[in-house]
């Protein structure tokens, strides 16, 4: 059984930063595309940011130029720095990973159960 587990999240003043991990472990075989998405209160899960296994990027607009993903694949590991962050940053960020967790399976999408993120002076 695979799962997805990030830290990170907390409270934050605007103007400062965090920094979100995320690991895979139990059964992985391979890792496709991981990525980290949001949802603030009364609204829609949308993506922040997302990565390729060769390191390919896209970001939402409203997050460009602030926040940063990367990857350890020999980790199984995805990160997201967060600069200069927005009382409209605040809301529960997920990981996601597309991955099979044996050799000859499909490829699945996996969730983390959450971090929340709050910016607030």
């Known amino acids: 059984q695979v799962q997805l587990v990030e830290s990170g999240g907390g409270l934050v003043q605007p103007g400062g930063s965090l920094r979100l991990s995320c690991a895979a472990s139990g059964s992985v075989f391979s890792i496709k595309r991981m990525g980290w998405y949001r949802q603030a209160p009364g609204k829609q899960r949308e993506l922040v940011a997302g990565?390729?296994?060769?390191?390919?990027?896209n970001y939402a607009d409203s997050v460009k130029g602030r926040f940063t993903i990367s990857r350890d694949n020999a980790k199984n590991t995805v990160y997201l720095q967060m600069n200069n962050l927005k009382p409209e940053d605040t809301a529960v960020y997920y990981c996601?990973?597309?991955?099979?967790?044996?050799?000859?399976?499909?490829?699945?999408?996996?969730w983390g159960q959450g971090t929340h993120v709050t910016v607030s002076s």
């Open positions: 990565i390729t296994t060769g390191g390919i990027t």
């Open positions: 996601n990973a597309n991955l099979a967790p044996y050799s000859g399976n499909n490829y699945f999408d996996s």
